[in-house]
């Protein structure tokens, strides 16, 4: 197996099939389609307000699915397929453009959308790039389409490590039997699980239940759930895409730390929840999470000082010539 430092990884986002599954996922099988999401605009001033909170409930943190795909080493290819002029999806394209993912467009062809073309194209492009890029050590697919598993098999078989990252529910077991390693979207570092959670609780709308006994359990889980946006140093969520504000008050400190809290989270869910971890690879990891990241413009001289300013989240200790750091077991990501 090729050492960390030496990783080089391809990200490949089957954006349809993450967005529709998670959608699916907390609202019910063929929700989707059942809410018009595919054509909703919720900037519209006659969008339904109920379909509105739905759907931002249902926002994937695609930050996470980054970070996590960046703790393998350093992405030499990521890419998103869709048809980025639907709303939906164009709702998504500054977070993944501050990411620097590549977004791959599909114009739709057919009325069944660009589903298959986004299968067909994401499997051409990955096979091009294992011969393309010889150096290419691991792929990652974001997708839970059984479509995928022979595209699984044969990056395999051209000796990459495959990992697959999905949402419950939504996707085939013989796809996550095919890859090397097999994440769930819900147990990634930094992803909110309450809506999950609270989404698993009720009935779908297409499942027979008594309706009055869940309705507390649906309004809490109708609430637009926060999400842990790191690290973006010099972008906001709610902006408009290409319009930065110089004048919005945000803390990079406060971001840095919970870059510092992600890449911990990331480093304890790869082995032991108590392991003490090399602060070297914990920095080398935040840096492939955000190569802006310096700990020198917020104010301290090495990263020893930064990790030291924040002994109510993290442990420190030394071993030797090496200094070892955790997070502590109460620590929870700031606010």
């Keep these: 197996m090729t050492e960390p430092n030496d990783a080089r990884v391809g990200l490949y986002i089957d954006f349809d099939n993450i967005v529709i599954s998670r959608y699916q996922q907390l609202h019910g099988r063929n929700a989707f389609q059942r809410d018009g999401i595919r054509d909703f605009d919720r900037s519209s001033r006659d969008a339904d307000p109920e379909i509105s909170t739905k759907l931002t409930a249902a926002t994937v943190d695609f930050n996470a699915i980054i970070d996590f795909a960046a703790s393998f080493g350093t992405l030499v290819v990521n890419r998103a397929y869709a048809d980025w002029s639907v709303p939906v999806n164009a709702s998504y394209q500054r977070q993944l453009m501050s990411r620097a993912v ?125 999400l842990t946006t790191i690290p973006m140093f010099s972008h906001t969520e709610d902006a408009q895409l290409d319009e930065l504000d110089p004048a919005e008050d945000i803390d990079p400190l406060t971001l840095a730390t919970e870059l510092l809290v992600r890449a911990l989270q990331i480093g304890h869910a790869k082995g032991d929840a108590d392991e003490w971890l090399n602060t070297g690879t914990i920095k080398n990891q935040m840096r492939r999470m955000d190569p802006s990241f310096n700990e020198k413009p917020l104010g301290f001289r090495s990263f020893t000082d930064f990790l030291s300013s924040h002994a109510d989240l993290v442990e420190l200790k030394e071993d030797g010539p090496h200094r070892l750091i955790r997070l502590r077991p109460e620590a929870d990501t700031p606010r």
Aim: charged share 25%; hydrophobic share 35%; net charge negative.
């Design 102 to 226: 590549d977004l791959t467009q599909l114009f739709t062809t057919t009325t069944r959308g660009t589903k298959n073309g986004a299968d067909i194209r994401l499997a051409v492009d990955v096979v091009e790039d294992l011969f393309r890029l010889p150096d290419l050590t691991h792929v990652i697919i974001v997708a839970g389409d059984s479509d995928y598993i022979a595209l699984a098999q044969k990056s395999k078989r051209l000796g990459r490590f495959v990992v697959g990252i999905g949402v419950a529910g939504s996707t085939s077991t013989s796809l996550a039997a095919a890859c090397d390693e097999f994440e769930d979207y819900d147990s990634l570092p930094g992803v909110d699980r309450s809506t999950a959670a609270a989404a698993a609780e009720r009935p779908s709308p297409d499942r027979k239940s008594p309706a009055p006994a869940e309705a507390p359990s649906g309004q809490a889980s109708d609430k637009p759930r926060k």
